[in-house]
């Protein structure tokens, strides 16, 4: 069965400096991926996705990801963050019968001033 | 073009009650997913409708139960609440089946007394 881990619960960095977000995927096929985005009492919104050709992809709001098949990884970066980027990342997979999203237990990001 | 909308925004029922949460697809898609987000994790795939029938579940008991209509809206209801159906459920909807990008809506928090 796919699942989908991000192993940091909680992270914490300051304006301006650089980010990265891990995702580990686990599934059998080529992997669709995506990176979604989640402020507090809101639903979800997409930052980028990946579904074929370059494993570098750019998304919203200077946020780009790289599939990397031979780790199963699909790490969110961002050189420069601001203190609206403050939320919940949460990284997915499309898999199963109905192709529905499996979604990871999520990463919370605190920006401090 | 209007998003996808959900209704209630909140509701509050108590342990064996029943409730019917609402949600209105984006304009022009004919796939809707139901989505449980419990405080603190990653939102879990319920079932999806595509032109009115359910062509995927995942690992939620029988009295979680939908319905779609010919406008493509859709309902989820619960029967005989139980503490643990506290969270936000999320709507999703897609332009057709496949493995293409799901637009979520603000969700509905249900709590359960």
């Known amino acids: 069965a796919q699942s989908v881990t991000q192993p940091d619960i909680h992270i914490t960095v300051s304006e301006g400096a650089s980010l990265e977000l891990r995702c580990n995927y686990s599934?059998?096929?080529?992997?669709?991926l995506f990176w979604y985005v989640q402020s507090p009492g809101q639903g979800l919104q997409l930052l980028l996705k990946?579904?074929?050709?370059?494993?570098l992809v750019q998304g919203i709001k200077g946020f780009e990801a790289e599939f990397k098949r031979s780790q199963s990884s699909f790490n969110l970066r961002k050189p420069s963050v601001h203190w609206s980027d403050a939320a919940e990342y949460f990284c997915?997979?499309?898999?199963?019968?109905?192709?529905?999203?499996?979604f990871g237990s999520g990463t919370q990001l605190t920006v401090l001033p | 073009e209007t998003g996808v909308t959900q209704s209630p925004t909140h509701l509050i029922k108590t342990r064996g009650q029943q409730v019917t949460l609402r949600c209105s697809s984006q304009?022009?898609?004919?796939?809707v997913s139901w989505y449980q987000q419990a405080l603190g994790q990653g939102p879990q795939f319920i079932f999806q409708?595509?032109?009115?029938?359910?062509?995927g579940r995942g690992n939620f008991p029988p009295r979680f139960s939908g319905l779609q209509f010919p406008n493509y809206s859709s309902e989820l209801n619960v029967n005989a609440l139980e503490l643990d159906d506290s969270a936000l459920y999320l709507c999703?909807?897609?332009?057709?089946?496949?493995?293409?990008?799901?637009?979520f809506g603000p969700g509905t928090r249900l709590t359960v007394l």
């Open positions: 999703a909807s897609k332009r057709d089946r496949g493995q293409n990008e799901q637009f």
């Open positions: 599934y059998g096929a080529t992997p669709y």
């Open positions: 990946y579904f074929s050709g370059d494993t």
């Open positions: 997915a997979v499309f898999a199963g019968s109905a192709r529905q999203l499996t």
């Open positions: 304009s022009g898609h004919n796939t």
């Open positions: 409708y595509y032109r009115e029938e359910e062509n």
